[in-house]
């Protein structure tokens, strides 16, 4: 038989305060004297009292969860925003309603259930965004953050690294490196991080009267590899590959290997995100570092704002990266 759960009522009646008073302890930001919240935490530790979110937010209107959308949890980098993106946001007294959409977009019995659990506000990664998803959400103010992404005329904010200026820095790199045929292998086409990183990139080269190859790819590792496989086998292949992310780069990296093509005296790789195997000893992959943890910071201020009603024109932030040198460059001598 179930255990009956403590109440705040009885909470209140051991502490000898009113039942406001314990909700207010329980609610981040409600002011309470120390004094007072020791009583009732003690109250509620002896009693074994925990205080239900969901009931409360019905009372105060204000339930503190966010909702976060992701889609490509294969990718090493989401996974590290997810903990890192719920972590702080419980550091702030929210909690996180968390989605995996299988789509490239987030379907309507997600929307249905983040109005149902009457969220404070969404975060969204790589999904896409359409306008009805948009217009729904507004209907009932719910403002809506997107991360490491942007979408044209959009009413949302967005945070996002500076993916141009860092695929023209990419270039520059490899071009003072003295490499001369170069492949740039993308994400997936209707995303703007890869949009941007292959622009920059393509841009820069353009104006040395170079042009790359552009070749497709999906983010993943598969991806990389396939797409490796068959640009090394022609006589006419790059010196120089610059991948849309680290998970695919990793993946030109094995198929080089397999190749028998040395990495970096005969071929150079640069990836993105600067994920955790990307300093690994058996891939040591030069990469571009995304300053999530701004980034995080940055999505997390505009969309608490935004709860507490702070109403600005949308707008999205890009914040600068720092690249990463390790072994995967060949790096002319001085």
């Not at 997810?82 to 789509?103: A, I, M, P, Q």
């Not at 790359?212 to 006419?236: C, F, H, M, W």
Request: charged content about 25%; glycine content about 6%; proline content about 4%.
């Amino acid at each position: 038989m179930k255990k009956k759960q403590s109440t705040a009522i009885e909470v209140a009646k051991l502490a000898n305060v009113s039942q406001s008073t314990v909700s207010r302890v329980f609610t981040p930001g409600a002011k309470v004297s120390p004094k007072t919240q020791k009583r009732v935490l003690d109250a509620a530790q002896k009693i074994g009292y925990r205080p239900n979110a969901l009931a409360r937010g019905l009372i105060t209107n204000k339930t503190n969860i966010v909702g976060l959308v992701m889609g490509n949890i294969q990718n090493p980098f989401y996974p590290e925003i997810l903990d890192k993106l719920t972590k702080s946001l419980y550091e702030r007294g929210y909690h996180v309603l968390f989605f995996h959409t299988k789509n490239d977009e987030i379907d309507q019995d997600e929307i249905s259930q983040f109005l149902e659990y009457n969220v404070e506000g969404v975060i969204m990664t790589d999904v896409l965004l359409s306008s009805s998803v948009v217009s729904r959400l507004s209907t009932h103010d719910i403002p809506i953050v997107l991360f490491n992404r942007y979408t044209q005329d959009s009413s949302c904010h967005s945070v996002c690294c500076d993916n141009y200026a860092a695929g023209k820095k990419i270039a520059e790199y490899l071009f003072k490196q003295g490499h001369q045929k170069f492949t740039y292998i993308s994400g997936r086409i209707n995303t703007s991080t890869s949009r941007d990183r292959e622009k920059g990139f393509v841009e820069f080269l353009t104006q040395k009267g170079i042009k790359p190859i552009v070749e497709e790819g999906d983010y993943t590792y598969e991806a990389g590899y396939n797409v490796a496989r068959q640009l090394l086998k022609d006589s006419n292949r790059p010196d120089a590959i610059f991948c849309a992310n680290d998970i695919m780069a990793l993946g030109v990296i094995d198929a080089a290997k397999n190749l028998g093509i040395s990495i970096p005296n005969d071929l150079s790789i640069i990836g993105f995100d600067d994920i955790a195997m990307a300093s690994w000893p058996l891939y040591s992959l030069t990469t571009w570092q995304q300053p999530v943890n701004e980034m995080i910071e940055e999505t997390i201020n505009i969309l608490l704002n935004r709860v507490e009603e702070e109403t600005t024109k949308p707008k999205c932030l890009f914040l600068s990266g720092s690249l990463i040198e390790r072994k995967s460059v060949k790096i002319l001598k001085e």
